[in-house]
Protein backbone atom coordinates (compact mmCIF):
# COMPACT_ATOMS: atom_id res chain seq x y z
CA UNK A 1 0.00 0.00 0.00
CA UNK A 2 3.13 2.03 0.17
CA UNK A 3 3.86 2.12 -3.12
CA UNK A 4 1.74 4.68 -4.86
CA UNK A 5 3.07 7.33 -2.20
CA UNK A 6 6.70 6.48 -2.43
CA UNK A 7 6.46 6.60 -6.52
CA UNK A 8 4.79 10.07 -5.90
CA UNK A 9 7.35 11.37 -4.16
CA UNK A 10 10.03 10.04 -5.79
CA UNK A 11 8.72 12.26 -9.00
CA UNK A 12 7.70 14.72 -6.86
CA UNK A 13 11.29 15.40 -6.59
CA UNK A 14 12.43 15.50 -9.96
CA UNK A 15 10.50 18.83 -10.13
CA UNK A 16 12.64 19.90 -7.36
CA UNK A 17 16.01 22.18 -8.37
CA UNK A 18 19.23 20.01 -9.40
CA UNK A 19 21.83 22.00 -8.75
CA UNK A 20 22.02 21.33 -4.93
CA UNK A 21 24.62 24.34 -4.12
CA UNK A 22 21.89 26.48 -5.51
CA UNK A 23 20.14 25.83 -2.20
CA UNK A 24 23.25 27.14 -0.14
CA UNK A 25 22.73 30.34 -2.62
CA UNK A 26 19.08 31.36 -1.67
CA UNK A 27 18.72 29.90 1.98
CA UNK A 28 21.57 31.18 3.21
CA UNK A 29 21.63 34.91 2.68
CA UNK A 30 17.40 34.47 3.50
CA UNK A 31 18.67 32.95 7.05
CA UNK A 32 21.65 35.19 6.96
CA UNK A 33 19.06 38.67 6.92
CA UNK A 34 16.11 36.79 9.26
CA UNK A 35 18.71 35.71 12.29
CA UNK A 36 20.81 39.73 12.25
CA UNK A 37 17.05 41.30 12.04
CA UNK A 38 13.56 40.11 13.36
CA UNK A 39 11.50 37.82 11.34
CA UNK A 40 9.07 40.07 11.30
CA UNK A 41 5.69 38.58 9.33
CA UNK A 42 6.69 40.55 6.06
CA UNK A 43 10.41 39.45 6.26
CA UNK A 44 8.62 35.97 6.89
CA UNK A 45 6.43 36.17 4.00
CA UNK A 46 8.95 37.66 1.49
CA UNK A 47 11.12 34.62 1.98
CA UNK A 48 8.48 31.97 1.78
CA UNK A 49 7.73 34.35 -1.46
CA UNK A 50 11.47 34.08 -2.66
CA UNK A 51 12.05 30.53 -1.75
CA UNK A 52 8.64 29.47 -3.64
CA UNK A 53 10.13 31.37 -7.04
CA UNK A 54 13.20 29.60 -6.68
CA UNK A 55 11.36 26.15 -6.19
CA UNK A 56 9.92 27.50 -9.69
CA UNK A 57 12.77 27.01 -11.52
CA UNK A 58 12.36 23.54 -12.47
CA UNK A 59 9.37 23.01 -13.65
CA UNK A 60 9.74 26.19 -15.65
CA UNK A 61 13.61 24.66 -17.25
CA UNK A 62 11.10 21.44 -17.44
CA UNK A 63 8.18 23.02 -19.40
CA UNK A 64 10.78 24.69 -22.07
CA UNK A 65 12.81 21.40 -22.50
CA UNK A 66 15.70 21.89 -21.03
CA UNK A 67 15.66 18.52 -19.41
CA UNK A 68 14.74 16.68 -23.08
CA UNK A 69 11.81 16.95 -24.98
CA UNK A 70 10.71 13.81 -23.73
CA UNK A 71 10.88 14.87 -19.76
CA UNK A 72 8.79 17.21 -21.07
CA UNK A 73 6.34 15.15 -21.98
CA UNK A 74 6.20 12.87 -19.57
CA UNK A 75 6.16 15.34 -16.73
CA UNK A 76 4.09 18.20 -18.47
CA UNK A 77 1.04 17.73 -16.03
CA UNK A 78 3.00 18.01 -12.80
CA UNK A 79 5.53 20.44 -13.95
CA UNK A 80 2.29 22.58 -15.13
CA UNK A 81 0.96 22.26 -11.93
CA UNK A 82 3.73 22.00 -9.30
CA UNK A 83 4.59 25.54 -11.56
CA UNK A 84 0.88 27.07 -11.03
CA UNK A 85 1.30 26.40 -7.35
CA UNK A 86 4.18 27.82 -6.64
CA UNK A 87 3.74 31.18 -8.42
CA UNK A 88 0.46 31.69 -6.56
CA UNK A 89 2.47 31.19 -3.26
CA UNK A 90 4.65 33.13 -4.31
CA UNK A 91 2.32 36.06 -5.52
CA UNK A 92 0.57 35.61 -2.46
CA UNK A 93 3.31 36.20 -0.07
CA UNK A 94 4.70 38.74 -1.62
CA UNK A 95 1.60 40.63 -2.32
CA UNK A 96 0.97 40.38 1.55
CA UNK A 97 4.19 40.69 2.50
CA UNK A 98 4.59 44.27 0.66
CA UNK A 99 0.74 45.08 2.47
CA UNK A 100 1.80 44.97 5.41
CA UNK A 101 5.42 46.41 5.10
CA UNK A 102 5.89 49.35 7.33
CA UNK A 103 9.03 50.53 5.44
CA UNK A 104 8.21 52.07 2.62
CA UNK A 105 11.81 51.06 1.43
CA UNK A 106 10.70 47.41 1.23
CA UNK A 107 8.40 47.88 -1.88
CA UNK A 108 11.40 49.43 -4.22
CA UNK A 109 13.92 47.08 -2.96
CA UNK A 110 11.83 44.59 -4.33
CA UNK A 111 12.81 46.02 -7.63
CA UNK A 112 16.57 44.35 -7.23
CA UNK A 113 15.65 40.54 -6.99
CA UNK A 114 12.52 41.19 -10.09
CA UNK A 115 15.03 43.03 -12.54
CA UNK A 116 17.82 39.84 -12.03
CA UNK A 117 14.65 37.62 -12.09
CA UNK A 118 13.71 39.31 -15.79
CA UNK A 119 17.44 38.78 -16.91
CA UNK A 120 17.67 35.40 -16.12
CA UNK A 121 14.48 34.71 -17.17
CA UNK A 122 15.46 35.62 -20.35
CA UNK A 123 18.68 33.89 -20.28
CA UNK A 124 16.80 31.01 -19.98
CA UNK A 125 14.45 31.21 -22.90
CA UNK A 126 17.55 31.97 -25.62
CA UNK A 127 19.23 29.02 -23.82
CA UNK A 128 22.21 30.80 -21.92
CA UNK A 129 21.53 30.43 -18.62
CA UNK A 130 24.09 27.63 -17.96
CA UNK A 131 27.22 29.76 -19.41
CA UNK A 132 29.03 31.37 -17.55
CA UNK A 133 28.15 34.82 -17.13
CA UNK A 134 24.21 33.13 -16.85
CA UNK A 135 25.02 31.50 -13.39
CA UNK A 136 26.60 34.49 -12.14
CA UNK A 137 23.20 36.55 -12.65
CA UNK A 138 21.08 33.57 -11.44
CA UNK A 139 23.36 32.90 -8.26
CA UNK A 140 23.19 37.47 -7.79
CA UNK A 141 19.24 36.78 -8.51
CA UNK A 142 19.30 34.60 -5.19
CA UNK A 143 21.67 36.86 -2.98
CA UNK A 144 19.65 39.62 -4.09
CA UNK A 145 16.85 38.71 -2.98
CA UNK A 146 17.73 39.56 0.73
CA UNK A 147 18.03 42.92 0.05
CA UNK A 148 13.81 43.38 0.42
CA UNK A 149 13.70 40.81 3.02
CA UNK A 150 16.67 42.20 5.43
CA UNK A 151 15.22 45.61 5.38
CA UNK A 152 11.51 44.12 6.50
CA UNK A 153 13.67 42.27 9.03
CA UNK A 154 14.44 45.77 10.65
CA UNK A 155 18.23 45.91 9.02
CA UNK A 156 19.53 49.26 7.33
CA UNK A 157 19.25 49.31 3.54
CA UNK A 158 22.83 49.42 3.93
CA UNK A 159 23.46 46.50 5.54
CA UNK A 160 21.12 44.60 3.75
CA UNK A 161 22.64 44.97 0.80
CA UNK A 162 26.12 44.38 1.91
CA UNK A 163 24.81 41.06 2.75
CA UNK A 164 23.31 40.24 -0.41
CA UNK A 165 26.70 41.88 -1.78
CA UNK A 166 28.54 38.80 0.09
CA UNK A 167 26.75 36.29 -1.14
CA UNK A 168 26.67 37.36 -4.67
CA UNK A 169 30.67 37.60 -4.67
CA UNK A 170 30.74 34.35 -2.73
CA UNK A 171 28.40 32.84 -5.47
CA UNK A 172 29.95 34.18 -8.35
CA UNK A 173 33.59 33.14 -6.98
CA UNK A 174 32.41 29.67 -6.85
CA UNK A 175 30.39 29.42 -10.01
CA UNK A 176 33.48 30.38 -11.68
CA UNK A 177 35.89 28.17 -9.75
CA UNK A 178 34.01 24.97 -10.76
CA UNK A 179 33.93 25.92 -14.30
CA UNK A 180 37.41 26.48 -14.27
CA UNK A 181 38.46 23.34 -12.68
CA UNK A 182 36.23 21.53 -15.48
CA UNK A 183 37.39 23.31 -18.02
CA UNK A 184 41.04 23.26 -17.35
CA UNK A 185 40.52 19.77 -17.34
CA UNK A 186 39.26 19.37 -20.90
CA UNK A 187 41.00 22.39 -22.28
CA UNK A 188 45.05 23.05 -21.87
CA UNK A 189 44.17 26.42 -23.42
CA UNK A 190 41.26 27.48 -21.16
CA UNK A 191 41.56 31.19 -19.51
CA UNK A 192 38.74 30.41 -16.81
CA UNK A 193 40.75 29.00 -14.24
CA UNK A 194 43.15 31.63 -13.92
CA UNK A 195 40.81 34.43 -14.55
CA UNK A 196 38.88 32.87 -11.24
CA UNK A 197 41.93 33.13 -9.32
CA UNK A 198 42.14 36.46 -10.52
CA UNK A 199 39.02 37.14 -9.04
CA UNK A 200 39.32 36.39 -6.23
CA UNK A 201 42.66 37.63 -5.36
CA UNK A 202 41.14 40.78 -6.55
CA UNK A 203 37.59 40.55 -4.02
CA UNK A 204 40.49 39.70 -1.09
CA UNK A 205 42.70 42.91 -2.37
CA UNK A 206 39.15 44.60 -1.91
CA UNK A 207 38.34 43.10 1.81
CA UNK A 208 41.73 44.35 2.47
CA UNK A 209 40.92 48.01 1.89
CA UNK A 210 37.53 47.16 3.38
CA UNK A 211 39.31 46.48 6.46
CA UNK A 212 40.86 50.14 6.79
CA UNK A 213 38.21 52.17 5.20
CA UNK A 214 36.15 54.40 7.82
CA UNK A 215 32.29 53.82 7.55
CA UNK A 216 32.56 50.74 6.20
CA UNK A 217 31.03 47.66 8.53
CA UNK A 218 33.37 45.75 10.44
CA UNK A 219 31.86 42.29 9.44
CA UNK A 220 32.46 43.40 5.42
CA UNK A 221 35.97 42.52 5.32
CA UNK A 222 35.81 39.18 6.75
CA UNK A 223 32.84 38.03 5.43
CA UNK A 224 34.16 37.91 2.02
CA UNK A 225 37.41 36.03 2.82
CA UNK A 226 36.00 32.21 3.34
CA UNK A 227 34.68 32.01 -0.04
CA UNK A 228 37.53 33.89 -1.61
CA UNK A 229 40.34 32.25 -0.11
CA UNK A 230 38.31 28.71 -1.08
CA UNK A 231 38.44 29.64 -4.78
CA UNK A 232 42.09 31.06 -4.53
CA UNK A 233 43.14 27.37 -2.90
CA UNK A 234 40.91 25.32 -5.22
CA UNK A 235 42.62 27.45 -8.22
CA UNK A 236 45.64 26.77 -7.37
CA UNK A 237 45.67 23.23 -6.50
CA UNK A 238 43.07 22.38 -9.56
CA UNK A 239 42.04 19.43 -7.81
CA UNK A 240 40.36 16.62 -10.68
CA UNK A 241 36.57 17.14 -11.94
CA UNK A 242 36.34 14.07 -10.32
CA UNK A 243 36.37 15.64 -6.75
CA UNK A 244 33.63 17.99 -8.21
CA UNK A 245 31.59 16.60 -5.19
CA UNK A 246 34.04 17.39 -2.48
CA UNK A 247 34.73 20.75 -4.01
CA UNK A 248 30.77 21.74 -3.81
CA UNK A 249 31.08 20.92 0.06
CA UNK A 250 34.00 22.49 0.79
CA UNK A 251 31.87 25.64 -0.72
CA UNK A 252 28.98 24.76 1.47
CA UNK A 253 30.93 24.73 4.75
CA UNK A 254 32.88 27.99 3.69
CA UNK A 255 29.44 29.61 3.24
CA UNK A 256 28.31 28.63 6.88
CA UNK A 257 31.75 29.93 8.12
CA UNK A 258 30.40 33.38 6.22
CA UNK A 259 27.15 32.97 7.56
CA UNK A 260 28.19 32.82 10.98
CA UNK A 261 30.67 36.46 10.43
CA UNK A 262 27.67 38.03 9.12
CA UNK A 263 25.18 37.18 11.86
CA UNK A 264 27.90 37.64 14.75
CA UNK A 265 28.93 40.94 13.05
CA UNK A 266 25.71 42.70 12.18
Known amino acids: MWGTPVAGWGR ?5 PREHGAYAEILLPLVAVLLAGEATIPAVLLAVAAFAAFLAHEP ?4 LGRRGVRRREEARGQATAWLAALVAVG ?8 WQATDPAVRWAVAAPLGLAALSLVLLLVGKERSTGGEIVVASTLAASAVPIGIAAGLSVVTSVAIAVVWAVGSALATATVRGIILGAKLTTSWEPEAAITAAVLVLAAAAG ?3 AEGSPAWLAPALCPLALLSVALGTFAPPPARLRQVGWSFVVANFVTLGIVVAGV
Do not use: F, H, K
Open 210 to 212: LSI
Open 91 to 98: AVGAGLAL
Open 12 to 16: MTRLL
Open 60 to 63: ATIL
